[in-house]
């Protein structure tokens, strides 16, 4: 489901099309950052910079830089050569001196330390793969390198080997941690052969056996620590999640990033809490990651009557949110070119405001997004109108060729929505106006399905009892007030967040089908002769299930841009304390991570 616009701009549609920057490859598509670090990681934070600041200097590396944390998912994807993976306990990869591809750096230590001797390119029996180029080498040059001599020379530098072939991969964030009683840096890809080489450990049951479920797991930030990496299709759907994740922020930072589709928690309600403790150093409790902190009950209740039902009570104000959309569009003007926004709270009109031209040409937009249209007043006169109302206009920008135009949409929960735990619980909710009574005094937030148990983590259960002060309620009273004979029913506060992927956004495959005349996107339902929908469970278990996560994977990982590597013989950072326009979801917060260089010669 991929436009690609004119020239580089971009922009997200509310229905989950995205506009990529450039026609440079897959590599931009939607989640496939995930698919490498599948199924051993589960949380993934990264800083991503802005091509912005690509080309200017670069300041010294310092730790707190990455205090500036995104996290991972957003639909515009940077690629690998801007982007710096924050975790925890783990060394980050962040020089990118070596490419013999890209750079032709044959001159470089790692290459000049290989000396690879090639062999015919007509009946090859060995190869090397250094990071995307594979090389056909002879057997002797095979057997000579010693991959225990190439991680002590270069200690964040992954390799393995597999039958005939030799992989060693070198870029920009791959994640290193040393395997516990050597020297060796592993990455989560060739952790288990040095297990295998040094420890005799075959398994990753073995490995974990050993040293136990936190040496795998701390491969990521551990926002949960009930979240278990071994449940893999949980791993999938809280990536899901994430990427669409309500979060709490000042939305000043909307305005000021021009997001192109977010959606913020308008203000802090007393059910957000703060998920991981700030340092207190004047400064990160500011940026504190919140989530609502809801009283979650597990009982069949009416309307909660399949494994992904929520009933939510209708004065839970925790997952309102408001919608922040930027439009763009590319104006060809020989004058003097003024907008007039439409001013005012929300209503129901389309109209976004007036283009005006003092000029001798006639005036041409062009915009960026399906779901803005142009209807011409005069020559020199134009009226943009915006098929998503009601909304406000927040502010604009107005350059020599492109005007911006910032929106704002107010959403309130209602039937349909989506909530999710950080375990990938995801459900769809159903407001109701009252729940019944727990204990006499307990009054649930949620409601959710007993039969989810058998789709979810048991880290939920584990993340109610032990920080959501879990137990059984002894007495349950239905919403008539009358008592329900021998109930019990377990309930815990637990973690839950809306999910900005509502039902009125979903988007509709086109196929041989009615189309909408505005839009041009097929209408929804079938009785209506309307297309197949898209959504998320499809886009995984049917997209990821057919082997294009691994095109994504080469893409993303192996042919992503470079950074100039001038002066800085570290490429760290650029200019990571400023807020940069492009980038979005930034929280800064000092959660003492540890970041060193990530190749050091050996004298």
């Known amino acids: 489901m991929t436009v690609t616009p004119h020239e580089s701009h971009r922009e997200i549609g509310s229905n989950g099309e995205v506009y990529v920057e450039k026609t440079i490859g897959c590599y931009r598509e939607v989640n496939m950052q995930t698919y490498p670090l599948n199924p051993y990681l589960s949380y993934l934070i990264v800083r991503q910079m802005s091509n912005k600041v690509k080309h200017n200097s670069v300041p010294s590396f ?21 982007t710096t993976m924050m975790v925890r306990n783990t060394v980050v990869s962040t020089c990118d001196a070596l490419d013999p591809v890209f750079h032709d750096a044959q001159h470089d230590a790692l290459w000049t330390w290989l000396q690879l001797e090639l062999d015919s390119p007509i009946h090859p029996h060995y190869f090397v793969v250094v990071n995307e180029a594979c090389v056909p080498v002879t057997e002797a040059c095979f057997q000579r390198i010693q991959l225990d001599a190439l991680k002590q020379q270069f200690q964040h530098v992954e390799c393995f ?33 040095w297990a295998q080489k040094l420890l005799q450990l075959n398994t990753m049951e073995a490995l974990i056996d050993r040293f136990g479920y936190d040496f795998i797991t701390s491969f990521h930030v551990d926002l949960n620590p009930f979240f278990m990496h071994n449940a893999f299709p949980k791993n999938t759907l809280a990536f899901n999640a994430l990427k669409n994740a309500v979060l709490a922020t000042d939305a000043r930072y909307a305005h000021y990033f021009m997001d192109s589709l977010s959606a913020y928690a308008r203000q802090l309600t007393p059910y957000h809490q703060i998920v991981q403790e700030p340092v207190q150093d004047g400064i990160s409790p500011y940026f504190a990651l919140r989530v609502p902190h809801v009283v979650v009950s597990y009982m069949s209740f009416l309307g909660c009557t399949q494994e992904d039902g929520i009933v939510c009570r209708q004065d839970v104000n925790a997952f309102d949110c408001c919608r922040f959309y930027t439009i763009r569009i590319k104006m060809k003007a020989d004058g003097l070119v003024l907008f007039h926004p439409v001013q005012g709270d929300a209503d129901e009109t389309s109209l976004v405001g007036t283009v005006v031209h003092f000029g001798e040409n006639p005036l041409q937009l062009e915009s960026f997004s399906i779901h803005v249209r142009t209807v011409p007043v005069k020559d020199q006169v134009i009226q943009l109108h915006f098929n998503k109302p009601p909304f406000r206009v927040i502010q604009h920008y107005l350059s020599a060729q492109t005007l911006s135009i910032c929106l704002e949409q107010d959403h309130f929960a209602s039937t349909g929505d989506k909530l999710c735990s950080f375990h990938g619980q995801k459900g769809v909710l159903r407001l109701m106006k009252t729940l019944p009574l727990l204990d006499e005094r307990i009054q649930p937030d949620l409601l959710v399905n007993p039969y989810s148990l058998f789709r979810m983590t048991p880290g939920q259960i584990l993340e109610g009892v032990t920080r959501g002060e879990g137990r059984d309620a002894q007495m349950v009273r239905n919403t008539d007030g009358q008592v329900v004979p021998d109930a019990k029913a377990f309930f815990a506060k637990t973690f839950y967040f809306p999910i900005a992927y509502w039902s009125s956004e979903h988007f509709y495959a086109p196929s041989e089908c009615t189309m909408d005349k505005i839009l041009h996107q097929a209408v929804k339902g079938r009785s209506r002769g309307g297309g197949m929908r898209l959504g998320n469970m499809e886009l995984f278990n049917g997209l990821r299930g057919n082997g294009l996560a691994a095109c994504f994977e080469e893409k993303f990982f192996e042919h992503g841009d470079r950074i100039p590597n001038e002066t800085n013989p570290t490429i760290s950072l650029p200019k990571s304390v400023e807020l940069v326009k492009e980038d979005a979801r930034f929280f800064k917060c000092h959660l003492e991570y540890q970041a060193n260089p990530s190749v050091k010669m050996r004298k």
Do not use: Q
Not at 176 to 185: E, H, I, N, S, Y
């Open 62 to 82: 310092h730790d707190s830089y990455l205090g500036f944390l995104c996290i991972l998912g957003c639909f515009e994807t940077k690629n690998v050569g801007r």
């Open 161 to 193: 080997a597999e039958s005939n072939f030799m992989y060693i991969r070198y870029k920009v964030g791959l994640l290193f941690k040393r395997l516990p009683g050597t020297d060796v840096w592993v990455t989560p890809k060739d952790m288990l052969f």
